[in-house]
């Protein structure tokens, strides 16, 4: 019994020497945040148990730890090789295969306890190893000594991280723009040659309390302006909208809670400066919500995603992997008790969208939009009308496509009507119509890079008889390029140009270009 417990603390201690020694190899295969732990080897190749060290190829007598290896494999057969005959010595361990190995000799200890067949075979290797401990006690005083310096390194960083439910994420926009031609529209003279240089600072914190729901708040301070051409034509989508020339407004800029209702479901609570993006797939390769993609709010997403308001509900649902069903309804006035307004009774934009997407490929998005007050945000002066600030109601029809003709080369494009009524006045409605093709070159000269063209007609009054809102006469081409350059996983840096034929739907509007240089960080 005296025996027993010799042998048993030994190992113990066998085993603690093992633990720190291999503690570098440890930290080596750590999983980062948010990943699955590296299996390495073990489970892409199960090891096989060998029977003499000459069964591994990569391993030769002149090695400096054979004789180890011949002891561990010969005598006490707790050693395994790979499926190929080789041992490899010289790389990293992994803790899953630590674990095999010291699992392996455990198992040969017991059975060596238990059977007490080599007594003074054991007599002798533990005088063995204890003298080895003796001569190394100091080393490895030290690797426990600084294997509990990282544990309590650890422990403090544990203590005092941000949170253990959030994370802190941002972006930063800077924005070089200015018209590069001296053009009239509408009989007003273009500024000319008046670069402006604005940013928007966006700070992001994302928060988790099960581990599937989300809750999103953004920050953001906005001082980027649109150009002065005296049209929505052109309009830049990172421009802020509420904002006053030459001011920085800092606002909660997004809020919202997301979380699981069925395995298939699920429901987004939106409290303020809700999107479309935020209710469903905008099918377009170029919407990077202004930090990415195109630079324009024509070239960003279809039009008539802007007759959307900022608060309220979605629902989205999928029926398998290849049919979506998303349905939205956000206004703008939800939190205004005045008569009039409110969630009910005020703007208010209902969203139902099916997204097919019949392989990795290729997306379609058939959209509907029912919206009260809610004019677009782009187009012509006529098709962005609110009609004086009278009662109308909106009907908008929407299709979406985006088509990988190859990794590097992606079509897409999408086609948007709006029928507008005037429900108070002197009544009416108002046909509306856009359109445009697009075409991406993803990692193009480098990979992350991202080059785009968007040619279309944005929103243009095609039919009116409502006092006040005609009919465009003539009819604009919005034709945009940019050349989005991943400078690093952080930076960005996007030149663009956006060229206005015939601005405002008027050919007597001369040609009007727009230049443009984002440079994005994100962390």
């Given at each position: 019994m005296q025996k027993f417990w010799t042998y048993l603390i030994t190992s113990s201690s066998v085993i603690s020497s093992m633990l720190c020694?291999?503690?570098?190899?440890?930290?080596?295969?750590?999983?980062?945040?948010?990943s699955e732990p590296q299996v390495n080897n073990i489970q892409e190749q199960e090891v096989?148990?060998?029977?003499s060290v000459s069964q591994l190829s990569d391993v030769q007598p002149n090695d400096w730890a054979f004789q180890a290896l011949q002891s561990l494999v010969e005598r006490y057969g707790c050693i395994a090789g790979y499926p190929n005959g080789t041992f490899r010595g010289n790389r990293a361990l992994s803790?899953?295969?630590?674990?095999?190995?010291?699992?392996?000799?455990l198992d040969r200890v017991n059975e060596l306890i238990a059977t007490a067949t080599a007594d003074l075979t054991t007599k002798q290797d533990l005088a063995t190893i204890q003298k080895l401990q003796e001569e190394f006690s100091a080393e490895l005083v030290t690797l426990r000594g600084r294997v509990d310096a990282v544990e309590a390194k650890t422990a403090e960083l544990e203590a005092n991280q941000f949170s253990t439910t959030t994370k802190l994420q941002g972006q930063v926009v800077a924005v070089v723009s200015d018209v590069l031609t001296n053009k009239r529209v509408d009989g007003a003279e273009t500024p000319g040659k008046n670069t402006t240089l604005g940013s928007r600072a966006r700070i992001e914190l994302v928060s988790s309390f099960t581990g599937k729901d989300t809750l999103f708040t953004r920050i953001e301070a906005n001082n980027i302006n649109n150009t002065d051409i005296n049209t929505t034509e052109g309009n830049l989508f990172f421009a802020n909208p509420i904002g006053v020339s030459g001011t920085t407004s800092v606002s909660i800029n997004a809020l919202y809670y997301a979380f699981p209702l069925g395995k298939n479901t699920q429901v987004k609570l939106i409290a303020n400066a809700g999107a479309a993006d935020d209710v469903t797939s905008t099918v377009n390769l170029f919407d990077g919500d202004?930090?990415?993609g195109a630079v324009s709010t024509f070239g960003t997403r279809n039009p008539i995603y802007g007759q959307l308001g900022d608060k309220g509900i979605a629902v989205n649902h999928q029926f398998g992997d290849k049919i979506g069903l998303s349905l939205g309804y956000l206004s703008s006035t939800a939190n205004n008790p005045t008569a009039g307004n409110g969630l009910f009774d005020g703007n208010?934009?209902?969203?139902?969208?099916?997204?097919?997407?019949?392989?990795?490929?290729?997306?379609?998005?058939?959209?509907?939009?029912?919206?009260?007050?809610?004019?677009?945000l782009t187009g012509s002066n006529n098709a962005t009308s609110n009609f004086g600030g009278e009662a109308f109601s909106s009907n908008s029809y929407g299709v979406q496509a985006s088509l990988g003709i190859s990794q590097k080369f992606v079509l897409g494009g999408w086609a948007g009507y709006t029928n507008s009524q005037l429900l108070t006045g002197t009544k009416g409605e108002v046909d509306t119509f856009n359109y445009?093709?697009?075409?991406?070159?993803?990692?193009?000269?480098?990979?992350?890079?991202?080059?785009?063209i968007i040619v279309g007609m944005e929103p243009k009054v095609t039919s009116s008889n409502v006092v006040g809102v005609e009919k465009d006469p003539?009819?604009?081409?919005h034709i945009e390029g940019f050349y989005q350059y991943k400078v690093s996983d952080n930076i960005t840096i996007t030149p663009a140009v956006i060229w206005l034929t015939a601005p405002n739907h008027d050919d007597s509007n001369g040609n009007l270009v727009i230049g443009a240089l984002?440079?994005?960080?994100?962390?």
């Open positions: 020694m291999s503690s570098g190899a440890w930290a080596e295969t750590l999983p980062t945040n948010n096989s148990q060998v029977t803790r899953y295969e630590f674990a095999a190995g010291l699992n392996a000799c202004g930090g990415f208010y934009g209902a969203l139902a969208q099916l997204t097919v997407k019949p392989s990795d490929r290729i997306s379609l998005g058939l959209t509907y939009i029912n919206s009260y007050k809610q004019p677009l445009a093709v697009t075409l991406g070159f993803p990692d193009l000269g480098k990979k992350g890079n991202l080059a785009g003539n009819t604009s081409y984002r440079t994005t960080f994100s962390f």
